[in-house]
């Protein structure tokens, strides 16, 4: 097995490499290399089953050597050696995502040696779920693409073939009917395909979340939707998100909102922020038919919809798609009787999900 050694303290660079030799009696090579910056070069650059690093160098702090590990992926399982015994190093390790570290005075064989297969273990679960993620995702786009492809030769068949039957003869009520039928399939499917598309990689984005101001969000998507639905009052919160998704999220929310309504519909954005139990509450309020608490939990599966007499089309993946943003985001969503007399959608989020969280509960 490889290893990189990163201390520049001779002294223990030696007790480590004895106590390494006696951990795995079958042989190991130990590289070492006094400098952080070397360190670094030398993980990208060979291949090491394992690095061993001191958590304070001559050439980097101890938070700067924190911050750049925490940054940074190698393909080796890192370890962090630290000659501070300290709880609250222990924690701002674990706060960085370090989760691999060990104190110089409890340094033995067994102990090590433990620590050694439980970092090496842990990297090759990682690398195995991300590998899963990337094949996964491709298998969705690949699947899309190809059933999408299909059914828009599909459409324009039908279309072609609808234009071609009415220049020969006059086609029945019946017959314009079928070949309707026909199309508007076509269309459900592409809808569900779209949506399991989403549903599936709702939580497989994992890229630096930015500030996203929801109340500027819901006015830009509501230009698309102003004249199906109106918008009461919009006080939402600057939070930090996945814009994409939570542009999805509250689309699914309007189109569900006009959805299930048999009055004009309306809708209504306000948040709230409960001090007590650290967290911001989002309500989103409409004057649809409502939801009966008998069905409150199960309208968030997928493929559930509610029984209702509106006839309504969707795919029963809209609600799920939005809970497993939310859930995401650590939070969670409910519903209740809204004072607009449809429902009301409840969305508990972290109170460190907004911006400026300090100044808001002034």
């Known amino acids: 097995m490889n290893i990189l050694l990163i ?26 290399t006094t400098s952080f910056i070397d360190g670094l070069d030398k993980l990208e650059n060979h291949v090491f089953e394992l690095c061993l690093c001191d958590l304070k ?40 995502g370090i989760q691999d570290y060990i104190a110089k005075d409890k340094l033995d064989t067994e102990y090590l040696s433990k620590q050694c297969s439980f970092a090496i273990e842990r990297k090759a679960m990682e690398q195995a779920l991300v590998d899963k993620t990337t094949d996964y995702e491709a298998f969705c786009h690949s699947l899309s693409h190809d059933f999408n492809s299909a059914l828009r030769r599909i459409k324009q068949c039908t279309h072609f073939l609808t234009d071609s ?68 009052q919009c006080q939402l919160p600057i939070i930090k998100g996945n814009p994409a998704q939570l542009e999805l999220t509250f689309k699914n929310m309007i189109e569900n909102s006009i959805k299930y309504s048999t009055n004009p519909p309306k809708i209504s954005f306000s948040y709230k922020i409960d001090e007590y139990k650290n967290s911001a509450f989002i309500h989103i309020d409409d004057n649809g038919i409502g939801i009966p608490k008998s069905k409150a939990k199960d309208i968030f599966l997928p493929f559930k919809r509610l029984e209702n007499t509106l006839e309504a089309q969707g795919s ?26 449809g429902s009301c959608f409840k969305i508990k989020l972290p109170y460190s999900r907004l911006q400026n969280s300090a100044n808001n509960l002034s």
């Open 165 to 232: 039957l009415n220049n020969h003869y006059t086609l029945t009520p019946q017959e314009t009917q079928w070949l309707g039928y026909i199309e508007t399939s076509a269309s459900d499917v592409q809808r569900l395909t779209h949506d399991l598309y989403e549903y599936m990689n709702a939580e497989n984005h994992f890229i630096e979340e930015p500030f996203v101001n929801l109340a500027d969000l819901i006015k830009k998507i509501m230009i698309e939707y102003k004249d199906k639905i109106e918008l009461v």
């Open 57 to 96: 160098l001559p050439d980097s702090p101890l938070q700067n050597t924190i911050d750049t590990l925490s940054k940074t992926t190698f393909s080796a399982p890192i370890i962090v050696l630290t000659s501070i015994n300290n709880d609250a190093i222990a924690i701002d390790l674990i706060k960085a």
């Open 7 to 32: 201390e520049d303290n001779i002294d223990h660079t030696e007790i480590i490499i004895d106590i390494l030799n006696e951990a795995y009696p079958k042989g190991i090579t130990v590289t070492t």
């Open 316 to 341: 029963g993946l809209g609600l799920s798609l939005v809970h497993r943003v939310i859930k995401h985001l650590h939070g969670s969503i409910s519903v209740e009787p809204s004072i607009l007399g």
